[in-house]
């Protein structure tokens, strides 16, 4: 059974960082994308950034310099490195990925959220 574990969220203050952090557990056999998303209350979940298998990236314009997307293969872990942080990147943060597990062929899983506070 595969399940997506977020962590790292928390309160800080505009201009510091944090760091996400997504575990994947389960017998998985292989990744094709992982990516982060975000929903903030009111607003529609987006597209913070993903990664493939072969290591490309895409950004939302609005991270774009800031966030830094990343993973760890051998433990099957997603991170988000989020500088400068601005109260607008105030939301829950999603962990997604697109994998083939021993128990199924390729789909997506989520994970619950973590949320992350900017403050002014």
């Known amino acids: 059974q595969v399940q997506l574990v977020e962590s790292g969220g928390g309160l800080v203050q505009a201009g510091g960082s944090l760091r996400l952090s997504c575990q994947a557990s389960?017998?998985?056999?292989?990744?094709?994308?992982m990516g982060w998303f975000r929903q903030a209350p009111g607003k529609q979940r987006e597209l913070v950034a993903r990664?493939?298998?072969?290591?490309?990236?895409d950004y939302a314009d609005s991270v774009k310099g800031r966030f830094t997307i990343a993973r760890d293969s051998a433990k099957n872990t997603l991170y988000l490195e989020m500088n400068r942080l601005k109260p607008e990147d105030t939301a829950v943060y999603y962990c997604?990925?697109?994998?083939?597990?021993?128990?199924?062929?390729?789909?997506?899983?989520w994970g619950k959220g973590t949320l992350v506070t900017v403050s002014s």
């Open positions: 997604n990925a697109d994998l083939e597990s021993l128990g199924s062929g390729f789909r997506e899983y």
């Open positions: 990664i493939t298998s072969s290591r490309s990236t």
């Open positions: 389960g017998i998985i056999f292989s990744i094709n994308v």
